[in-house]
């Protein structure tokens, strides 16, 4: 896929494949089209050129309601919870929104929210949450009914070593137990390279590597593009 904002070329032939089941990778400096390509996967954006398909299927222009009700589900940088909600109905209200019922819905939530370990969570006012509880509340939202895929855009920003940590053990859970495909984007490269099989890295809407961890850690043109700044300046 390629995307354009008027003159300006955010993703430019990007080939990018998420499998059910497999944790992937997603890095790259700030602006090198990250949460774009998020948004063209889940229907945020239309890609300007290019195909997106979800088992075969050409979904590049189906809207983001329509792509979640298929299983594609993703959070958001900023939390975007509906903060006069509690947690319950936060994922409540997701769950009623992809069609099933009120009743349906909330059995679905408690059951998320005990496996994900925060039970205590569902009657607390979402506005009240603390940060990394924000986090996995946006988490839990979105696997709401068992997404086939899961696309998480820096989920352990702000959050310290042993609360990534945490989450890194969560995310691998939801590839292993629930079978989703996620694709993880992260600032930090060493949790990435912790919990995934497969790491794609963009620079300036440019693929420019791609491959496990031994092939990422090796790879001179992620190291470039990570510290050709300094590099150039030392
Ligand atoms: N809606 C938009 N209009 C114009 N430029 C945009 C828009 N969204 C993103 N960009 C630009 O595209 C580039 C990639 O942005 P983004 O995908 O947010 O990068 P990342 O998530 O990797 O930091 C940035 O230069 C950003 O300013
Ligand atoms: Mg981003």
Redo the contacts with the bound molecule.
Sequence with gaps: MS?A??G?T??SDVTLTITPGTVHGLI????????????VLTGF?APTSGRVTLSGQDVGTLPAHALRRQGVARTF?AGRLFGGLDVLDNLAVTGVGLGHSRHASEVEALRLLEWMGVSHLAEQPAAGLPYTDERRVGIARALMFAPQFLLL??PAAGMSEEEAADLAGLIRRVATDLGTGVLL?EHNVALVLSVTSHVYV?D??RLIEEGDRGVITASQRVRDAYFGADQEAA
């Design positions: 995307v904002f008027g300006f955010a993703l790259g400096p700030n602006g090198a089209g990250k949460t774009t390509m998020v948004n954006q940088q855009d820096e984007i963009l300036a809407g």
